[in-house]
Structures are given as structure tokens and as C-alpha cells.
């Protein structure tokens, strides 16, 4: 009886044990996966990541000089990133906010294609 007492008090005056989300978010883990970006001006359309998705969700036109990723298909394993040399795409720790319409996300690289950098990994 006293046992319950007091878990009832304790709860009665203690602070809630969940975050008031989206108020105020966790700081995500050091590892977390949240979503990939493009630093659209390091690529040199390869197509590596493009060949290396297994959601078949980019798509690089390398006449265009455009990279595009659909975000709703991406399963955020990090393939793309990890193959890609020059870092042209990045791990992001914060997931993505919902939203209202499904569009794919497009990149324009303005100006000529960067030259490789021979330290890029995987090109020698
Ligand atoms: S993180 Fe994985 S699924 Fe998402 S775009 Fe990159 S390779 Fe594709
Ligand atoms: S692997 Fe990197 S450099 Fe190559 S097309 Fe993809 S983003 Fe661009």
C-alpha cells in the first residue's frame, strides 16, 4: 500500500518521460541516418552512385549536369555515399520532415564539370 503511494505521488509531481515533439527534438546519435544531400558543386556525374543504389532512386544526366534523388524511395543505406569519390553527396544525422507532395529532388551543377581530384577515393 505504501509502495503504491508513493509511485502514485512521485508520478503526481515528476515531469512527463516524453518530449513534447516537435517542440523539442533528441540530438541524434553520432551514426544516426537520417537523409543524404548533395554538394551538387564536387560532383563530375560518374554515375557511380546512380549504378550503386539498390532503391534505384538517383538519377544523373551527365549532359544535363543535373542529379536527382527521389527521398520517398531511399532506404538511406549510405551506398551513394560511399562510393561516391569527390563527396558529392552527404550523411545527414536529421530525418526529413514530412510533406505534403512527393517530388523528387533535383540538382543543377552551373558552369563546367570540376575536374577529378586524383586523391578522390577510388581513382587513381
Ligand atoms: S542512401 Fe542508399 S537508397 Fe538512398 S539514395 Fe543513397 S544508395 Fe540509394
Ligand atoms: S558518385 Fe558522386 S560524383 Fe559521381 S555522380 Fe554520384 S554524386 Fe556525382
Known sequence: MFEMLNTILK???????????????????ASTRGQIKSVIENCIFCMRCQAACPANCIVVDRKEQTWSVDPYRCI???????VCP????IMNRHYRDPVKHREPIVKHQEGPIPKINPKAK???
Open 76 to 82: 538511406v543505406c549510405g551506398m551513394c555515399v560511399e
Open 11 to 29: 508520478n503526481l509531481f515528476s515531469g512527463p518521460v516524453t518530449r513534447p515533439y516537435p517542440a523539442q527534438r533528441r540530438e541524434p546519435f
Open 86 to 89: 569527390t563527396e558529392a553527396i
Open 122 to 124: 577510388g581513382i587513381n
